[in-house]
C-alpha cells in the first residue's frame, strides 16, 4: 500500500532508516479549496455548468504562489487567517479596483502585525477581517487602529467599526 513500503535490507547502526515511511498532508488552511458550482434556476448544482473558471479555481501559478505567501507569513500571521491572507496578496477580486486592493493588502498587513494575535483570540473569523468590501481590511482605508476588542475596533480617525457590521 502506498506509503507504507519498508526497505527490504535496512542499514544497521543507523536509526530510522527502516522505519516506516509517513505521508503528512498538508494543514487544512494550505489545501485547495473545492472550485463552486453554478445553481440553476432550480437550485440544482451541476459540474458541468460550473462559473469560469478564474472565478473558482486559481490558476495553477496562483496555487502556487498562494502556497508560497501563507508558507512565508506562517511564523507572523495566526493560522487561522493564512489562506485569506495570502489569496488576498495574490488574488484581486474582479469588483475591485487595483487601488482598492493594495490599500486592502497593506492595511491588512500593518493590522496582522499589530492586532493579529489579539483578534485571532478573541475568535474574529477570517469572513469578519478579509470578506470583499465588508470585511474589516477593506473598510480601514488607509486609517491605522488604534484599539482592538472583541466587538469592535478603533482607528486612528476616531471611527469606530464594530465586529460583523
Given at each position: 500500500m502506498r506509503g507504507e513500503a519498508t526497505a527490504e535490507n535496512g542499514v544497521t547502526g543507523v536509526a530510522g532508516v527502516t522505519a516506516t515511511p509517513?505521508?503528512?498532508?498538508?494543514?487544512?488552511?494550505?489545501?485547495?479549496?473545492?472550485?463552486?458550482?453554478?445553481?440553476?434556476?432550480?437550485?440544482?448544482?451541476?459540474?458541468?455548468?460550473?462559473?469560469?473558471?478564474?472565478?473558482?479555481?486559481?490558476?495553477?501559478?496562483?496555487?502556487?504562489?498562494?502556497?508560497?505567501?501563507?508558507?512565508?507569513?506562517?511564523?507572523?500571521?495566526?493560522?487561522?487567517?493564512?489562506?485569506?491572507?495570502a489569496r488576498l496578496q495574490c488574488q484581486r477580486p474582479p469588483s475591485v479596483a487595483e487601488s482598492d486592493w493594495r490599500q486592502a493588502?497593506?492595511?491588512?498587513?500593518?493590522?496582522?502585525?499589530?492586532?493579529?494575535a489579539e483578534v485571532a483570540d478573541a475568535e474574529w473569523t477570517p469572513g469578519e477581517l478579509f470578506q470583499v468590501t465588508t470585511g474589516l481590511v477593506w473598510r480601514l482605508a488607509g486609517e491605522r487602529v488604534e484599539t482592538a476588542g472583541a466587538d469592535h475596533v478603533r482607528l486612528s480617525d476616531g471611527r469606530t467599526i464594530k465586529r460583523g457590521k
Open positions: 509517513v505521508l503528512r498532508l498538508k494543514p487544512q488552511q494550505l489545501r485547495q479549496l473545492r472550485p463552486l458550482r453554478l445553481e440553476d434556476g432550480n437550485g440544482e448544482k451541476s459540474a458541468k455548468q460550473g462559473v469560469t473558471s478564474p472565478v473558482t479555481a486559481p490558476f495553477a501559478d496562483d496555487l502556487d504562489a498562494i502556497e508560497e505567501r501563507a508558507a512565508m507569513a506562517a511564523d507572523s500571521v495566526p493560522a487561522c487567517y493564512l489562506d485569506a491572507w493588502i497593506d492595511d491588512a498587513g500593518r493590522f496582522l502585525d499589530a492586532w493579529g
